[in-house]
């Protein structure tokens, strides 16, 4: 990684392939004069600024235009630290483009192009997610933001209790759906009339338990996992020993001797800071064992019924963000409908506005393998109030219900509920209803990323897509740096960046990160060879592997390549604990919730190689891919 206060020339030199790229594409509008001009400031200020100008200055532009195009407000370049334009208060840096996108006031001009829009977030978002080094400092407000809305939350306590006092009260219980006030109390009925039939007939205890793919707060290895120490009582109220620790009677017989030995505490869980970007780590709450081991089977079964049962199948969604990124298209189109987005929502959901909301019987159960507690880094238990921060496989989906019900409770008539679309904190609403909506939310406690919220103009962005006038204008950030030294990430990542240039036809950028790869991995297939490998779109003949041969089994020509291989660990564990991981993971078909990072172009992680059978005793090592030769 490069650290903040400098730049390697990679960076520079893929901002000028870019520009020249978009010079040759708009020449009529961006000179060959433009592009030294603009290069030129681009070079001052980096030397000046540092990478920091590419990460942070850039993006801080392009996000005040975004919020420019949502009409939220006028553009000033100059509060931004970029010299404006004369008589206007648009930057001269790529005002060619900005000029046919707003006018001289920061305004949205009644007629703006949306390929300028599509060029500038292209060129200011580039290096905004760059995972470059953080701070102690960036560390440690990231700490401080969880802590404050741990606080926050308990303040918000009595309010939320006080509520359900009244709603528990309401001679109105019954006729909630007849009343036109919008007020907490109809809203909470209404949530709760409706979560009450949409998880109708499901049963939390019919599960198939499993253990997530992280690491978990009481730091077993992946073989330890099944070694049971500690099962908390809450857990074992619900979910028996014998039923949902082992693999059969005749495992829970073998055992016997061991059962008293098996703790009932409950313990916490543990906060860790992950790599995210430039701007900061990301927080993760790990569980303990015994809590991860229900949750995933709870989340699975969750998942499975909320996506099928009338209710909530059109509205909720975890495993295809299709029906957002729909919207979003459509809302930018036509006006219609308005995205929202919610800031440190799985933090935001309370215990208290769970059990609010929730039918009691399921609350029961969900609280049974919930945290209460998580060790901050300094060793400090810090109680929780959130219901589940991340790091819970429960968090994703309860979270989704709780916006969904708030939203569908308070919607005006059945044509607005039936129009919102709820993935995770990303949502959709009839533009109409989207100003009720967040002060909705947010009388439950919720909070809302104003500045990420579109509803006028014609920008929209949700689950990855952002959308002006009908028109995709999701720009390519690139996440991971660039090293010189072969790495299975950097192969994988700044190919699928360098594919992402091509599709996008800045052919010059991609022809100097192909020509960079070159230089320290040699030759690289290309599509055309339709080999099951990561590969480039296009590669001149004197670049394509060319060691061959023909296997005989299959009669067909292989080329030697490079792979992605995940090393392998085997572990011999005890006959009944790989019987128990056989019944729990073999075969497995169950939709799990995806993470959002995985939808981020030059995700190392998208590339799949050939799965072997599934084995009891060999476990994938995380994040330790290495390149290899393979016969393809």
């Not at 001009?109 to 292209?122: H, K, N």
């Not at 901050?376 to 709780?402: D, E, N, Q, Y």
């Not at 005006?412 to 909506?437: C, E, K, Q, S, W």
């Amino acid at each position: 990684m490069v650290p903040h206060n400098r730049s390697d020339n990679v960076e520079i030199d893929i901002i000028a392939a870019l520009l020249t790229d978009i010079q040759m594409s708009h020449d009529a509008v961006f000179s060959v004069t433009d592009r030294k001009h603009t290069f030129s400031k681009v070079c001052k200020r980096v030397s000046a600024e540092g990478i920091g100008f590419l990460t942070k200055t850039l993006p801080r532009l392009v996000k005040a235009f975004d919020k420019a195009l949502c009409e939220a407000t006028v553009l000033n370049a100059t509060a931004l630290g970029f010299e404006a334009q004369r008589n206007s208060k648009l930057p001269r840096f790529l005002g060619e483009f900005f000029n046919l996108v707003l006018a001289p006031d920061g305004t949205v001009l009644p007629d703006p192009c949306a390929t300028s829009v599509r060029v500038i977030r292209d060129v200011l978002y580039l290096f905004y997610k760059y995972k470059l080094p953080y701070s102690p400092q960036q560390e440690q407000q990231v700490l401080d933001s969880f802590i404050k809305t741990e606080q926050d939350l308990v303040d918000l306590s009595a309010h939320l209790i006080h509520l359900g006092q009244l709603a528990d009260s309401s001679p109105h219980a019954i006729d909630s759906w007849r009343l036109k006030a919008r007020d907490p109390v109809t809203v909470t009925l209404r949530a709760r009339d409706l979560l009450s039939r949409a998880l109708q007939g499901f049963d939390p205890t019919d599960i198939i338990p499993s253990h997530g793919p992280g690491a978990v707060a009481t730091k077993q290895r992946l073989w330890g996992k099944y070694d049971w120490s500690n099962v908390s009582d809450s857990i074992n109220n619900y979910f028996p020993l014998d039923a949902y620790f082992h693999a059969s009677l005749g495992h829970v017989c073998d055992a016997l001797p061991n059962l008293s030995k098996i703790r009932g505490m409950s313990l916490p869980a543990k906060v860790i800071l992950v790599p995210k970007d430039s701007r900061g780590p990301r927080l993760i709450s790990c569980e303990p064992v015994d809590n991860q081991w229900i949750q995933q089977g709870i989340m699975r079964r969750l998942v499975q019924h909320v996506e099928s049962c009338p209710v909530t199948n059109e509205a909720v969604h975890f495993t295809d963000q299709s029906p957002n990124q729909c919207g979003a298209l459509l809302g930018s189109c036509t006006g219609r409908y308005a995205t929202l987005d919610l800031k440190e929502a799985s933090d935001r959901v309370s215990t208290d506005l769970v059990r609010l909301l929730f039918p009691s019987h399921l609350v029961e159960v969900f609280e049974s393998c919930r945290s209460l507690g998580t060790e901050l880094p300094g060793g400090r238990i810090l109680p929780l109030k959130k219901f589940a921060p991340m790091g819970s496989a429960l968090c994703f989906p309860v979270m989704a219900l709780t916006i969904f019900s708030i939203l569908a409770a308070s919607a005006p008539d059945a044509y607005t509920r039936d129009r919102i679309l709820v993935y995770g904190d990303d949502v959709i609403v009839p533009t109409a209803f989207a100003v009720n909506a967040i002060e909705q939310l947010e009388s439950f406690g919720l909070k809302i990323n104003h500045d990420k919220c579109c509803i006028k103009g014609s920008f929209r962005e949700s689950c990855g897509v952002d959308a002006f006038k009908g028109v995709s204008v999701t720009p390519l950030r690139l996440r991971t740096v660039w090293s010189s030294r072969p790495s299975a990430e950097n192969y994988t990542s700044w190919i699928s960046y360098a594919n992402s240039m091509y599709d996008r036809k800045y052919f010059t950028c991609y022809e100097f990160i192909v020509g960079k790869l070159h230089q320290i991995y040699g030759a690289i297939p290309d599509d055309g060879m339709t080999l099951s490998c990561p590969s480039l779109r296009e590669v001149l003949p004197g670049n394509r592997p060319n060691a061959t041969r023909i296997h005989r089994g299959f009669q067909k020509k292989q080329w030697r390549v490079r792979d992605i291989k995940s090393p392998t660990v085997r572990h011999e564990m005890d006959g009944w604990s790989m019987l128990l991981r056989f019944f729990t993971e073999s075969g497995s078909q169950e939709p799990s919730v995806p993470a959002r990072d995985c939808r981020v172009d030059g995700d190392w992680r998208s590339y799949k190689g050939e799965q072997a059978p599934f084995s009891v005793r060999s476990y994938t090592k995380r994040k330790t891919s290495m390149l290899v030769y393979r016969w393809r």
